[in-house]
Structure formats: structure tokens, C-alpha cells
């Protein structure tokens, strides 16, 4: 019995793995509903929440209200996220982070863990969880919408970053019971978010009188 063999040059070899590569990454990518994608960066700057309590020292901006896809009588969101900055009044030092809304059947996943993209290496973070409806998610009786919403923090310069990207910056979220779920934000929201609290920063009196003391006023 003699055996055939097949042999693809190198050029064919190369160009069927790139092909490959290709589709990994056009299957993994998150698809962003039209609507959202064609979102500027004004629009989400205009919607950008500024909460402000006098009897608090921190200022939270928030992007929640610049795209929900709140579906049902009373528009409960879906998988939808959305960026905040909170803002220490005192010295104008800022935090970020990405809060995520997670809806899947039962039961519970508790998802533990993000991996985000960065400038080079995707950057595995752990999730603080925010609320959730375990109590009334079940599997079998009257099952239930599971609900989960979690947060991770970013730095500045990364938001930055991924706001100058051509592309949606993408992260999954990862659970120990093996299920993962694909999210991104668009560049504009991004933009919007850090124009909201630039705008802000820029009136609080410690970061002015940083400004007079540079500018010698």
C-alpha cells in the first residue's frame, strides 16, 4: 500500500494561517449595536452625569446615560457597561473604573476576574462585585434572569490610550465556573468621559491654583 503525502509550500503555509488568524479574530471581536458605535464623543460628553454632593469629597462622572439597551416595561440593561471617574475634590486625584452589567440563565456564575487590553500584553485584573440577584436566580423553579454587576479599575493612561484607538477597546470577563462574556467601549465614550472630567478638574480651586502658581498668576 503506498502512502501519499501533501506538501504546502511556504507562501500557502503563510497565507492559510494567516487566514486562520484572521477568523480567530474576527469571531472574537465584540459586535457594538450601530447605534452605539456611531455614538460621538460630544454626545457622550454631553450626557456624561456629574454627581456632586456637598456632603461628600469625592465627585463621581459617570457615562451611564450616554447608551443603554434597557429592554422590557421597566428598560432593565442588559449586558450593558458603561465608565465612571471618581474625582477627590481636594486635590483633583481620579480614579476610573468600567461597571459591567452581566445578564445570563441560571444558575450563577459570579464572574471573579477581566482581561482587558493594554498598550502591549492583555492585563488580567480581579472585579469587585457591585450587587447581584442570587437569592432569586435559580435553575429550575420559577427561574429567574441572573443578574450580576461588577467593576474593575483602569488607569488614566490607558483610557487615554484606548481613546486615541481606531478600534472598540475590548475585555472578557471570566468566571471560576468556566463561562466568559466579551464586552467593549467605543473610543468616543471614552473621550467623552475624559472631557467630562477634565472640564471638571479644571474648576476645582487646588487644580487652579496649580494652573497660577505654573503660569506664575
Known amino acids: 500500500m503506498s502512502k501519499t503525502r501533501s506538501r504546502l509550500s511556504t507562501p500557502t503555509l503563510v497565507a492559510v494561517l ?6 480567530s479574530a474576527s469571531a472574537e471581536a465584540v459586535r457594538l449595536p450601530a447605534k452605539q458605535a456611531a455614538l460621538s464623543a460630544d454626545h457622550f460628553h454631553a450626557h456624561a452625569r456629574v454627581i456632586d454632593d456637598p456632603l461628600d469629597i469625592e465627585t463621581v462622572v459617570s457615562t451611564e446615560r450616554g447608551f443603554q439597551t434597557g429592554k422590557g416595561l421597566f428598560r ?4 450593558d457597561n ?3 471617574a471618581v474625582v477627590d475634590k481636594r486635590s483633583g486625584a481620579t480614579r476610573f473604573e468600567v461597571r459591567q452589567t452581566l445578564t445570563y440563565p441560571g444558575p450563577v456564575r459570579r464572574y471573579g476576574e477581566v ?3 493594554s498598550a502591549r500584553w492583555p492585563v488580567a485584573a480581579p472585579l469587585n462585585r457591585i450587587r447581584d440577584n442570587a437569592g432569586h436566580c435559580f435553575l429550575f423553579e420559577a427561574p429567574e434572569v441572573c443578574r450580576e454587576e ?7 493612561s490607558e483610557l487615554r490610550r ?5 478600534d472598540a477597546w475590548g475585555f472578557k470577563f471570566k468566571s471560576d465556573t468556566g463561562h466568559e462574556h ?4 467605543t ?14 478638574r479644571r474648576d476645582l480651586p487646588a487644580i487652579q491654583a496649580q494652573a497660577d502658581t505654573v503660569t506664575g498668576g
Do not use: C, M, W
Open 115 to 117: 482581561s482587558y487590553q
Open 76 to 79: 432593565e440593561p442588559t449586558n
Open 18 to 23: 494567516a487566514v486562520a488568524a484572521a477568523g
Open 182 to 185: 466579551r464586552a467593549a467601549i
Open 150 to 156: 461588577v467593576a474593575f479599575d483602569i488607569s488614566e
Open 187 to 200: 473610543p468616543a465614550e471614552i473621550a467623552g468621559l475624559l472631557k467630562a472630567v477634565d472640564a471638571y
Open 82 to 84: 458603561h465608565l465612571r
Open 162 to 166: 484606548a481613546a486615541a484607538a481606531p
